[in-house]
């Protein structure tokens, strides 16, 4: 229960960032995405059903607020969530560079997805124009905001789950 409600604040504080303080930090109109930190982070730490469920709630946030075509956020942070979650099984409390790794494939990859089904199938073929200036920003950012990010997180998870372990250990 303590890790859901751990959960739920931090995606709520990661949608209220998104949608305040980081409209005035943009660098060039480029915001990092907090929510991919965030699926990617609980799925590789807790495994592909956690990655989905955070990858579910946060895609319905965007698609509420951001969103032209509903389902879409949805469909994709899920889809992050399960494939960032097969990695779970690899999860090493100390190591940071493969969950940094896997942030910035995701958020490259969502930034491909994204020009191909606004931009691509709108008739509008300049990918060299999208990747430069919007998709490697985008995803440098995101990788910067996650050395600080990720650590509280995987902090949080691993604090959670002593005091969960804990609670059960006393209870058996």
């Known amino acids: ?68 075509l ?17 990695f779970n099984r690899i999860f090493f409390d100390d190591d940071i560079k493969f969950p940094i790794l896997l942030i910035g494939v995701s958020d490259f990859g969502y930034g491909i997805v994204t020009y191909v089904f606004f931009h691509m199938f709108n008739g509008d073929f300049g990918l060299n124009y999208y990747m ?16 600080i990010m990720y650590p509280i997180i995987r902090k949080l998870s691993i604090w959670v789950g002593r005091k969960e372990q804990r609670r059960s250990s006393t209870f058996v």
Do not use: Q
């Open 70 to 86: 509903f389902g879409y956020h949805i469909l994709i942070y899920t889809l992050i969530g399960f494939v960032c979650g097969i």
């Open 1 to 68: 229960m303590k890790r859901k409600i751990t959960l739920g604040i931090l995606i709520l504080i990661s949608y209220l960032l998104m949608g305040s303080l980081f409209d005035f930090i943009s660098l060039g109109g480029i915001k990092p995405n907090l929510f991919i930190i965030l699926i990617a982070s609980a799925a590789f730490i807790r495994g592909e059903n956690e990655g989905m469920a955070v990858g579910a709630i946060t895609g319905v946030l965007a698609d509420i607020m951001w969103g032209s």
């Open 132 to 147: 430069f200036h919007i998709i490697f920003p985008e995803t440098v950012y995101t990788l910067l905001v996650t050395l």
